[in-house]
């Protein structure tokens, strides 16, 4: 019997056991919403000003990453999609890259290592936001994610450096996480499901009695699972544990730490032949079974303080201290040239080559707002004034074999490889490259939201000034030089270089309430991206920047559902290109322009008591209109890439969206729940050189569960499944960790899966 079978089989018998105990002679439990937690009153250590946990269920009407005040959805000028926490229970969510699927225009680049890869409205996005301060990823942070201690997720549409500083003019996506609760909860959740998958999570959360004001949570997860994919698979455990001190109304002092370590696979994907991927079981792998597993450790550890200054005044302090001791990565991998990976006389040979990947990072990011709530003439001011400072040091080192055996893609012989060639990866026999990375940003920052003409007009203005310097240093040998000084950060600090970025970075915007369930909106925001270097003359090229329009409507149409329509176009400039004015192969100039417009819809809340529903859609026309790289001795790409003057952007789909519905069958949070619903998309470019094609797709997921008491608690047992008519697409494309594959290999989503959990609430 498979995995799928056992999973469907445990969970049925679960949900028998469920119905024949009789409820009725059980105690009956406190009012408890959709998600299980108590709904009462908040204690009166609640602080004063503190921005309320909006949700209900699927209802959200706040989001503070988009503004970091407690303005409600309806009066903020931007497109702000909620992910509440009850969409990841009843979707069985445990990574954010499944569920950001439930966001319109946000697509997933990232594999089951690394999780933290995503396209926002056609641009990428490698950092992730934890309680509104950054967690880089890319270099100074790599790490996955796990939905465990995830009270919500929540995705600022367009440029965000008005608040946050260097950012690409997508999004910015910001994880908030669980805090204690004022009554004491513990729950177990156990699931088993396809694939080998186990998993165990725990949310323990209660105040302490003998100290009022303070209260812990501890949640967390062991994860430990196979994979549709050969020699995949692996094992996660994230502890997160936070202490909340409120002892009075006005002050509140929050310190949170989180470990999060994995072992899995990096995954290399399908190869391309010609314009699409190759024709192959899914399950096919061109790794090698004796492949190490590569592991990542990272922890953080932060702050929040607030306290009031007076009825209407006051101070909020953040700090957060990321850290990825260990990122390493020991495998064998495609290498590749142009224009096919696999080899051109027989198209069935796949070269490769033995890589080693490690990368240490650590991250200091610490901010202080005041915030003070006044009149003038009329019209209500909710003004911000804030200061912060990051800083990012990052060492890489990368290191390959030489190369290492070839594999048929049609007919694979593993076994090939012996466990010499993955020692000599690290030891760096073909080459080696170390690179250092000093990132350090300081800005202030200023914010006035203004509330007029009987609370109909809500004006947004804001600014902020940035000072980004970035220090970097490589080192290297090449062709067998194996020089000590390449194997030492020390070296590549001794040949950095420094650079210093400053900027403004504007946002205005106004929602207007043309009836009560009913406004408009329009939004100018600017951001402050990534430093392109310097050019071949050690000339500062300065950083990348986007700007942003943005008309639309929001809507309440009713009690509990909120909409949003989002029509927008984004530019983003400044992109190094050749400069084939020059003879020096490596002169670069400023001549790149991107351009993303579209529209989203995006509907989540109550329909009725009993309907809840997740809807959205995104069309979105994302290419270059405008490039300098264009090689005149090479104008039909006979020798590589030519211009991409015109092409579509990579992983951006013209039409994509989801719908999934929930009927709750039960009162009291007791009872029947079932849901399901489609995700689907329309075919993507699978790289900006538009060389090959992601197949479009459809997707089907459904869930039931069933919730009851047992001596008083609460106990759920549920089913989910996922892909149901096991539709063959691929989640993204591999453009980011795997830098020797171009084209690019495309990674391949999951068959039918089935998940069934069983759930402990007391």
């Known amino acids: 019997m498979n995995s799928s079978h056992l999973a469907r089989g445990a969970s049925a018998g679960v949900l028998a056991l469920l119905l024949s105990l009789d409820a009725s002679a059980q105690e009956a439990l406190p009012t408890i919403d959709v998600a299980g937690e108590s709904t009462s009153a908040p204690s009166a250590s609640r602080f004063r000003g503190e921005p309320k946990t909006a949700q209900d269920g699927y209802v959200a009407k706040e989001a503070g990453s988009a503004t970091k ?70 270099g100074a942070n790599p790490s996955g994610f796990d939905t465990a201690n995830i009270e919500r997720i929540e995705v600022l549409k367009g440029p965000a450096s008005v608040l946050y500083g260097r ?33 165990t999570s725990w949310d323990f959360s209660t105040p302490l009695p003998e100290v009022p004001g303070l209260a812990y949570r501890v949640s967390g997860a062991y994860q430990n699972n196979g994979s549709f994919r050969k020699f995949q698979g692996g094992e996660r455990v994230l502890i997160a544990p936070v202490i909340s001190y409120r002892p009075t109304e006005w002050t509140d002092f929050t310190i949170d730490g989180q470990f999060l370590g994995q072992k899995a696979q990096s995954d290399i994907g399908v190869p391309t032949i010609g314009s699409a991927p190759a024709n192959l079981p899914f399950y096919r792998s061109f790794q090698e079974p004796n492949d190490p597993r590569d592991h990542i450790e990272s922890f953080n550890i932060g702050y929040r303080f607030r306290q009031n200054l007076d009825e209407n005044w006051k101070v909020t302090n953040r700090f957060l201290f990321a850290a990825t001791p260990t990122m390493e990565k020991n495998m064998v991998t495609m290498f590749c040239g142009y224009p096919f990976c696999v080899d051109s006389t027989n198209m069935r040979n796949l070269p490769r080559i033995g890589e080693y990947q490690w990368v240490s990072g650590r991250t200091f990011a610490t901010n202080i707002d005041v915030e003070g709530k006044f009149t003038t003439f009329g019209a209500k001011h909710d003004f911000l004034f804030g ?30 490889v012996s466990p010499y060639a993955y020692f000599a990866s690290v030891a760096g026999v073909g080459s080696k490259f170390h690179s250092s990375e000093l990132q350090r940003q300081k800005a202030f920052y200023v914010q006035d939201q203004i509330t007029a003409l009987d609370d109909k007009a809500h004006l947004l203005l804001g600014v902020r000034y940035d000072v980004a310097d970035i220090t970097r240093g490589t080192s290297s040998s090449f062709g067998g030089d194996l020089s000590a000084s390449a194997d030492t950060a020390s070296a590549a ?12 970075s504007p946002r205005f915007g106004l929602v207007y309430d043309v009836l009560p369930e009913l406004s408009v909106y329009g939004s100018y925001s600017r951001s402050f991206g990534v430093s ?66 579209g529209i989203e819809l995006d509907v989540v809340g109550r329909i009725t008591d009993r309907w809840t529903v997740v809807a959205n859609y995104a069309h979105i026309d994302a290419k270059v209109i405008s490039d300098n790289w264009h090689d005149p001795l090479n104008p039909f790409g006979w020798f590589g890439p030519s ?94 960790f795997n830098y020797y594959n171009p084209p690019l290999s495309a990674l391949p989503a999951p068959p039918f899966t089935a998940i069934g959990t069983l759930r402990f609430e007391w």
Do not use: C
């Open 69 to 138: 005040t407690d303005t409600p959805l309806r009066e903020i000028p931007a497109s702000v999609n909620v992910v509440p926490k009850q969409v990841i229970v009843d979707q069985a969510l445990t990574s954010l890259t499944d569920a950001l699927e439930n966001v319109p225009g946000v697509r997933s680049n990232s594999n089951e290592l690394e999780g933290y890869n995503f396209k926002i409205r056609g641009f990428d996005s490698l950092y992730i936001y934890r309680n509104n301060l950054p967690i880089p990823g890319g």
């Open 532 to 597: 392109n270097g310097f050019d071949s003359n050690g000339v500062n090229l300065g950083p990348r920047r986007g700007l942003q329009w943005e008309v639309g409507l929001k809507a309440e149409p009713l009690d509990g559902l909120t909409a949003t329509l989002a029509f927008f176009q984004i530019t983003k400039s400044g992109i190094a290109t050749r400069d084939y004015t020059s003879p020096d192969p490596f002169a670069m100039k400023l001549a790149g322009v991107q351009r993303s417009r």
């Open 167 to 199: 950012a690409e003019p997508g999004g910015l996506i910001g994880i908030i996480t669980k805090e204690p609760l004022d009554k004491p909860r513990y729950v177990v959740d156990q699931q088993i499901g396809s694939f080998d998958h186990y998993r």
């Open 493 to 504: 600090r001794d040949h950095a270089k420094s650079r210093n970025d400053k900027a403004w």
């Open 387 to 416: 200061l912060d400072y990051v800083n990012s040091l990052t060492d890489y080192y990368s290191a390959n074999n030489g190369g290492a055996s070839s594999i048929d893609i049609y007919n694979p012989i593993y076994g090939t």
């Open 643 to 736: 211009g991409v003057y015109q092409n579509h952007l990579d992983n951006a789909p013209r039409h994509s969206g989801k719908i999934f519905l929930t009927y709750d069958f039960g009162e009291h949070g007791l009872g029947w729940r079932v849901g399901g619903g489609v995700t689907a998309s329309t075919h993507a470019w699978g790289d900006i050189q538009n060389t090959f094609i992601i197949p479009g797709w459809a997707r089907l997921d459904g869930f039931a569960s069933y919730t009851t008491l047992y001596e008083g608690h609460k106990v759920t047992a549920q089913l989910n499944l996922r892909n149901i008519t096991n539709t063959r697409y691929y989640s993204g494309v591999d453009n980011f």
